[in-house]
């Protein structure tokens, strides 16, 4: 039996997703951002997610509570973007200390509501239970997605050109709190180009790039110098004690809430020419390229070497 | 500003669920057992349910972990079985320690997947994450109801009649971890009679039956002694100090997980009859009629008196 103390979240779940409960409605179960399922509709599949954030750990206590709100429910939707979903239907769990001030929680959901809102999603309900030490908030989210329209992890192939949006790293000094999910970035592209898989950064490139290369069985060849790297980024790892490479936060540092896909090599050019016009003020960087050979790389100017950071979750650990 | 120590559930999701963000395919929002949605299926609703179980308040420390399982899935499906729904899929939210033990959580699942499979429900994912200090579990269920046949809490008329399913009081002791949720029985009341109200029965029969008067703008009179009392709470009322009647702890024990519903008078007969040959094993008892004067009383060999014990909740703090 493994250490409890060091089994890891993967490992966890790898173990409590085995022969799980399935039926004939279930299209994509456990592993990829969002669940599908066919429930008799034309042209539709539903998607279903669900996400939670804890005080202390997902956000500080005391921090602006329209953010925390606004996160919860944000967390959530970045997976729907990662399937190129149109979220439409929320339940809120709100669990509270027996102290909980009425105000702050309000404001939470405040947070909440304008989000939602800007996306056309009624919250329909949820629950309000105790927790006696500390707040958590978990977010289940409904929606739809075109039928067969949804990118999945396990999508990439040899020769694929591998695409970032926006900038990595740093979000930890504040981005976590009040990122924007890409909705209809996802949708546009998904509606427009062939896009071979997708997903959503969360624990960093290096470390969700692994997923991706995992569940499509390929390899991949990151370039350092295509990597875009946040201000943020930039400024902490300056900052830091020891200064640790910029590019390594831009790696590592999790909580990006961007996308990253792949599409054919020769869709790259004219993709990246309509991102331009499409979504001008959001940058779109070709990273690298997907191989047939297994295990990730990055060149540099030194050359190619493996990549040997992992994402957020193992690099904190180390 | 209300002291945040004393402010109670209700209150404060009467405040949260103010000028929610809505949208068009929201058919019933919060405030009822689920919401329910038009997607565009032609026949069906589909229903969205969420509820939280924590160590500590929902059940004990290194309770059996099957029934752990069991209750967290349990309750929401209690919930669907009170729109008269067939749950399809399910989400399970894991927050857990560091030092959690994967065994026990394994054993956790094992209880859930017993039961979604039995109910032909499919687990197409979750969220694992922390929570220092004790383990909370959320489930989230979707599943479908026929478009119109869901009795909401609002429903009751005068002149109807009360039934209850099995029997109440002392779920304490241990039905409250291994509760059976009476999906086939709803779905068959709903396919064979007019059933005009219906919930799920988790404070007490006292304050959910408050609930359902309130969401109806009507009434209602118990009958003492048709009220169906438990071994569990006759034995546990004797067993008090200071002893308790058995008929409070019927009224206000909650986690009975029964269904509450009403019909109109004259399906009464009918209604026990059919039953009975349908569901030998499960008793259902006419505890009351729902009148047109608002305010809750019971009669009993005395006479008829207001009804002062409130639910579950308020009753503990009383």
């Not at 959530?76 to 809120?92: K, N, Y």
């Not at 067969?148 to 981005?175: H, M, N, Q, W």
């Not at 209809?184 to 071979?196: K, Q, Y």
């Amino acid at each position: 039996m493994p250490n409890p103390l060091v089994m890891d979240e993967i490992e966890l779940i790898a173990r409590l997703t085995r022969s799980l409960p399935t039926n004939a409605s279930t299209v994509v179960g456990p592993g990829d951002d969002c669940a599908l399922m066919d429930l008799g509709l034309a042209d539709h599949w539903v998607l279903f997610k669900t996400d939670a954030v804890v005080e202390g750990v997902h956000f500080a206590k005391g921090a602006a509570p329209e953010k925390i709100g606004h996160k919860a429910l944000a967390r959530c939707l970045s997976d729907v973007a990662a399937v190129a979903g149109t979220p439409t239907h929320a339940l809120i769990t709100l669990a509270l200390p027996a102290d909980f001030d009425p105000v702050y929680v309000e404001a939470i959901y405040a947070g909440m509501k304008e989000l939602a809102g800007r996306h056309g999603l009624a919250i329909v309900g949820g629950e309000t239970t105790t927790n006696p030490e500390r707040m958590l908030i978990s977010v289940c989210v409904l929606g739809t997605v075109v039928k067969g329209r949804s990118p999945l992890r396990s999508g990439a192939k040899p020769g694929d050109a591998i695409f970032v949006t926006g900038e990595l790293g740093g979000a930890g000094s504040g981005k976590h709190l009040d990122f924007e999910p890409r909705l209809s970035e996802a949708r546009w592209l998904t509606d427009n180009f062939s896009i071979h898989a997708m997903m959503d950064l969360s624990d960093g490139l290096a470390g969700d790039l692994r997923h991706m290369l995992k569940a499509s069985n390929v390899g991949a060849e990151l370039l350092a110098e295509a990597i875009p790297i946040s201000r943020a980024a930039r400024l902490a790892a300056r900052a830091g004690s020891p200064a640790r490479p910029p590019l390594l936060a831009a790696l590592t540092d999790g909580e990006d809430f961007e996308l990253l896909f792949t599409a054919a090599s020769q869709e790259a050019v004219p993709l990246l020419d309509a991102w331009k016009k499409r979504f001008p003020e959001l940058p779109l960087s070709c990273v690298g390229r997907i191989t047939a050979e297994p295990g990730l790389t990055i060149r540099d100017p030194k050359g190619v070497q493996p990549l040997a950071v992992h994402g957020y979750v193992h690099f904190q650990k180390s």
